[in-house]
C-alpha cells in the first residue's frame, strides 16, 4: 500500500526536539522525505541520526527562521533536491517567556519574540510558496497555542505572537485557495515537553484541573493532527484551527 504522503518533501522548523521532532517523525513515518529545519544544529544533526536510525526518510538543513538570508539559503538548498509539498511552520520562543504582566515587558523582549514566532512563519512560507507553486499544490500547517485563545496571563507577547499566526493562516488560505495550496492552523495546549519544564507549576495544575481530558498532553497527542492536514483527506480543509488540548479550551 502507497503511504499517505509517499514522496512528499516536507518542511518542518523546529524539528530539532520536543513537538517539532516527534511531527517529524510522524509525517515521515506517513511516507514523506521530512526535512529538520533547525537552528541548533547539534540538535538538527542528532535528529537526523535518530530518525535515519529508525528507518525514516529525514534530512538535516540549518535554518534560523529569524534572518531572512538562512530561510532563503535552506529553501534554495532544499529545492536543488525536490520541490517542497508541505511546511509545518512549528519553530518558536516558548522557553521560560512568562513570568511578566504586559506591561512589565521590554521591548527588546516583544520585538525579540514577535521576530521569531510571528515574522518567523511569514518569512518561510513566502520562501516555499514558489515550490509548491511549480509542485502545483501544496500543505501548510501553522503551529499556533490554545494560549492565543484562553488569553493566557503573564504571557502578553507571547499570546500576541500565537494570534498573530491564527490571522496569517486566515489570510494566506483566502489568498492561495485556488492553488491548491491549504493553510491550518493546530493549537496545542500545555505539552510536556524541554520547552515547558520552567512552565511555572500553577500554570501546569491549571491545565490538569480545568480539561475535560485531565492527562498531561505530551507531543504524541498532537501529531495525528499536523500529519493529516498534511496528507491528502484534507485537500478540501483550509482556513482552520484545530485545537488539540483536550478541551481546555473549547470554542
Known sequence: MTAPMDGHAVVITGAGRGLGLAMARDVAAAGARVYLAEVDTERGVAAEKELRGAGLDAHYIGMDVADPGSVADAVGEIR???EI??????AALADAVGGKRFHELTVEEWDRLMTVNARGPWLVSRAVLPSMLAAGAGRVVNIASDAA????PRLAHYVASKGAVIALTKAMAR???DERITVNAVAPGLTVTESTERVPAERHELYRRDRAISDEQHPDDVVGAVTFLLGPQARYITGQLLVVDGGFVMH
Request: charge should be neutral.
Open 80 to 82: 536543488r533536491d525536490r
Open 85 to 90: 509539498y508541505g511546511l509545518v511552520n512549528n
Open 149 to 152: 485563545l484562553y488569553g493566557s
Open 175 to 177: 489568498e492561495l485557495g
